[in-house]
């Protein structure tokens, strides 16, 4: 059982139903995610400005995107974002078969060497950041990753390990 409620529609100000209007125009929905945070609008205005920023635009595929929050959550257990960004792949058009291949070997995938490379990154920069060694830098270097799509990976990782964190200190309830 969640431990914070999700706000309804009548339930928050004009601006957080502004938010949720745009969420929902993305997603077809609005997330407990963001019905939970809508508790405190400061910190739903600038998770969500920053999600629209980091998986809707830059110079990676959504694949790739939706790939690294799917395995950066696996890897932190949160259930919530694995379903969630499941769905995601999908949306983007693969299959329940490609996800599992992903899930299970990387190297299954159609992916790039390069997009490859940037997913394997932003999961060692999750579990274990100190111990990035620079020929593994240099290697993502090698691929072809430029510093823009290293940061954007990154910057994948990071707003999902954080949002991992909160939906299970929350509990927040799977709703795909």
Not at 79 to 90: F, I, M, Q
Request: glycine share 6%; charged share 30%.
């Amino acid at each position: 059982m969640a431990r914070i409620r999700p706000l309804k529609n009548d339930e928050v100000s004009e601006e957080t139903a502004a938010l949720f209007a745009e969420i929902e125009a993305a997603f077809g929905m609005v997330p407990n995610i963001f019905r939970t945070m809508a508790h405190y609008p400061p910190l739903l205005s600038a998770n969500w400005d920053k999600l629209k920023k980091v998986l809707f635009t830059g110079a990676l595929d959504r694949r790739v995107k939706e790939a690294i929050a799917v395995l950066v959550s696996g890897d932190n257990s949160c259930n919530y974002c694995v379903a969630a960004h499941r769905g995601g792949l999908k949306a983007v058009g693969m299959s329940e078969k490609q996800i599992v291949d992903l899930e299970e070997d990387l190297d299954k995938t159609d992916f790039s060497e390069k997009d490859k490379a940037l997913v394997r990154f932003a999961r060692k920069a999750n579990l274990d950041p100190l111990r990035m060694q620079d020929d593994e830098f240099a290697a993502l270097k090698k691929s072809g990753a430029s510093d823009a799509e290293i940061l954007e990976a990154l910057g994948v990782m990071e707003i999902f390990t954080g949002f991992n964190k909160t939906l299970d200190v929350l509990q927040v309830e799977i709703d795909f």
